[in-house]
């Protein structure tokens, strides 16, 4: 039952990410139509308001799409045995880190991209060499069994 729930979970996942993708670009959307719609010009009140509702919208997807990408890849890394960069341990949040930024939304540190691309490089290097030599050796067998059957072919 752990390899079902494991792919149950991975399926959910990858639907909430592509759910959160769209709502992302229907609210740019929503937004633009709002500023056509309304001529709301840069810099009145309306137009201020109307900014920072879209962007506290944008701001909730991206921390949600952040933290969904940031737990599936220190998911991936651990069961590799891949290390995790260490987050950041202070009293007030560190906005300077190289693989870490906080999110206000949740108030937490999520991967930055380099961070996400640190892993994943590190997780593929240590795919590849687990599975490197086996893959030969497996290419070899092919190959004797291939002959032998070619040899003893009617």
Excluded: C
Aim: charged letters at 30%; zero cysteines.
């Amino acid at each position: 039952m752990g390899l079902l729930s494991k792919l149950l979970k991975w399926r959910d996942d990858r639907h909430r990410l592509a759910t959160l993708r769209y709502d992302l670009e229907d609210v740019d959307a929503a937004f633009r139509t709002k500023m056509q719609k309304e001529k709301l010009r840069r810099g009145s009140d309306e137009w201020q308001h109307a900014y920072a509702d879209y962007d506290n919208q944008r701001e909730l997807l991206d921390a949600e799409i952040d933290q969904i990408e940031t737990q599936n890849h220190i998911r991936r890394a651990r069961a590799w045995s891949v290390p995790i960069p260490s987050r950041p341990i202070s009293e007030d949040p560190v906005y300077d880190d190289k693989y870490w930024i906080w999110s206000r939304v949740h108030g937490t540190y999520y991967l930055t991209d380099e961070g996400k691309a640190l892993l994943r490089r590190e997780t593929y290097a240590e795919i590849e060499m687990r599975y490197k030599p086996w893959t030969t050796w497996v290419a070899v067998g092919i190959s004797i069994i291939s002959l032998a059957i070619s040899i003893f072919k009617p």
